[in-house]
């Protein structure tokens, strides 16, 4: 049984995992019509596949404003209810978005705009203050990040949030936001095929948390073999950024490959694909807190049996590292 983590230096307690909220945004585009979102969604069945995850411990869920281009925070604030203070709630803000078109628009890394998008995102969660607020763009310049990280300060000693991070893959950025008092964590993408070495270290030696995206890999680690069967998804036109679906109608062969060496692994002691991707995460640091996506009750409750099982061994983690020649 995997037990709870603190949210790095914040001092808040969250579940192993945390449910990633991006999938019930539904349809949104950029302005060039490409998706960015996984296709349709019947937002009943998210709201109960969040009231499923609640019911299984999860504590922790993940949005950002722009998902769906505002419809998953609305999702998620009408899914948590009254139920809102048993949860851990993180956001992020840095997109600009049109709510009536589904259209991304734009970015804003300036100090005065982090006040506007989180009042934007309360409204919508139906909430008066977010756990965890993470600056949304990964590569802004770092002299932003450290204008911003004093302005989420401010935003602490107002108890609008509680605690910020920056959603971002580069180390050297994470550590700008790192030397505020109450920044407690960094979000960055990790899975078995795609290990952070330098972000983990980072995480140990400043003690913040890791939270995980992409830990099932888009879905190639949760069993999907195929492209995206929905136009709307984000996987079925991939941008340069995501790896692993070649050019939208299949899945990349050497993925597949890959990924079928480490089935006998992943795959023991009874656990699903998508359950061993996420113990191969909680193996590899204790400040780990991946979030898988979801779309089902179905998905809820596959992702949340992870936990029963636990992390994998380090034997095992080794092997893996052997299979894949890192």
Avoid at 92 to 102: A, P, V
Avoid at 108 to 116: N, Q
Avoid at 228 to 255: K, M, N, V
């Amino acid at each position: 049984m995997e037990t709870n983590r603190t949210l790095g230096r914040s001092g808040i307690d969250v579940s192993p995992l945390g449910f990633g909220c991006w999938a019930i945004g539904g349809e949104w585009q950029d302005l060039s019509g490409r998706p960015l979102g996984w296709g349709k969604v019947d937002d009943e069945e998210s709201v109960r596949a969040v009231h499923r995850a609640l019911d299984l411990g999860v504590t922790f869920f993940d949005t950002a404003d722009t998902y769906g281009a505002g419809h998953s925070e609305r999702v998620l604030g009408r899914a948590l209810g009254k139920r809102r203070a048993d949860v851990v709630v993180a956001t992020k803000w840095g997109n600009l978005f049109d709510e009536q078109t589904r259209t991304l628009n734009g970015q804003d890394a300036s100090d005065t705009y982090v006040r506007e998008a989180l009042t934007a995102s309360l409204a919508r969660l139906g909430t008066d203050y977010v756990d965890l607020y993470q600056f949304h763009l990964s590569d802004a310049h770092p002299a932003h990040g450290a204008r911003l990280r004093d302005a989420c300060e401010e935003l602490v000693r107002e108890g609008l949030i509680r605690a910020y991070a920056w959603s971002t893959d580069d180390p050297a950025r994470a550590a700008v936001f790192a030397e505020g008092e109450h920044c407690a964590a960094v979000q960055h993408a990790l899975n078995v095929m795609q290990d952070a070495p330098e972000m983990l270290a980072l995480c140990e030696e400043l003690g913040l948390a890791s939270v995980n995206r992409s830990p099932l890999a888009m879905g190639l680690l949760a069993g999907k073999r195929q492209g995206p069967q929905d136009t709307g998804d984000i996987r079925s036109r991939p941008p340069a950024w995501l790896q692993g679906f070649g050019d939208g109608t299949t899945a990349d062969p050497e993925w597949l490959t890959r990924i079928d060496a480490l089935k006998e692994i992943l795959t023991s002691d009874g656990r699903t694909l998508a359950q061993g991707a996420l113990a191969w995460i909680w193996a590899r640091s204790p400040r780990t807190v991946p979030i898988p996506g979801f779309r089902s009750v179905a998905q809820a409750e596959q992702n949340a049996g992870a936990m029963e099982k636990g992390p994998l061994t380090a034997d095992q983690l080794t092997e893996i590292d052997r299979i894949l020649e890192r």
